[in-house]
């Protein structure tokens, strides 16, 4: 079974400022895919990210951007030029594909962030 | 209109009582899961099913079972519930290879 740890329970930072949040794991299967979920207030889970462990590139999407680094099991979130809706919970989650058709998330704890005007 | 739609999105219920939480989606995707959220402790998998003839038990399922009625349709029952049940739970949707999974708007329960 996979284990997740999220080091940082809470984070605040200024608005535009950049962020980033820390997540390594443990895993003993060399495929498999790796997500960010972000929870606002309204406790809605929204996927932000996405990266596949077999990609050496860091995957990007807008102001949101990895880094991910596959022998430390490291899996980090960067958030560029923060903005007031930024505000939520965020959780690191890797999957695990280790028979085929069996995938399954674990998730994190979780880090609250805070964006302050 | 939502993808994947949770009911009741809040529920209060004694100790004891009967109570099920139903999810439906219209993504057309074959899997579908319940996860239940605490403080502190994240998102923890109750129950999962990748397609109608298939369940399977998560990393917490005692006191839970499900029903997958339809490719659409999947149901969370506590048969008695007990106030340590009182969270917040979440079904989610994903696609045959795909692994991210997209989430109802969750339901608050509440057991007194």
């Known amino acids: 079974a996979q284990t997740v740890t999220q080091s940082q329970p809470e984070m605040s930072v200024q608005e535009a400022e950049t962020v980033t949040l820390s997540c390594t794991y443990d895993?003993?299967?060399?495929?498999?895919?790796l997500f960010w979920y972000k929870q606002p207030p309204s406790r809605q889970m929204i996927l932000v990210i996405r990266?596949?462990?077999?990609?050496?590139q860091n995957a990007t999407e807008n102001r949101f951007s990895v880094n991910f680094q596959k022998a430390a099991k490291s899996f980090s979130l960067k958030i560029s030029d923060s903005q007031l809706g930024d505000t939520a919970m965020y959780f690191c989650a890797p999957s695990s594909i280790s028979n085929f058709g069996n995938e399954k998330l674990t998730f994190g704890t979780g880090t609250r962030l805070t964006i302050i005007p | 209109d939502a993808d994947v739609t949770q009911t009741p999105r809040n529920r209060i219920t004694k100790t004891g009582k009967r109570i099920m939480l139903e999810c439906s989606q219209t993504?057309?995707?074959?899997?579908m899961y319940w996860y239940r959220q605490d403080p502190g402790l994240g998102l923890r998998l109750i129950y999962y099913?990748?397609?109608?003839?298939?369940?399977n038990k998560g990393e917490i399922s005692d006191g839970y079972s499900v029903s997958r009625q339809a490719q659409a349709k999947f149901s969370l029952s506590l048969e008695s519930a007990i106030p340590n049940q009182t969270a917040l739970y979440f079904c989610a949707t994903s696609d045959t290879g795909l692994h991210e999974q997209y989430f109802g708007p969750g339901t608050r329960l509440t057991v007194t």
């Open positions: 990266q596949e462990a077999y990609k050496q």
């Open positions: 993504k057309g995707h074959d899997r």
């Open positions: 895993t003993s299967e060399n495929n498999y895919y």
């Open positions: 099913s990748f397609d109608v003839k298939d369940i």
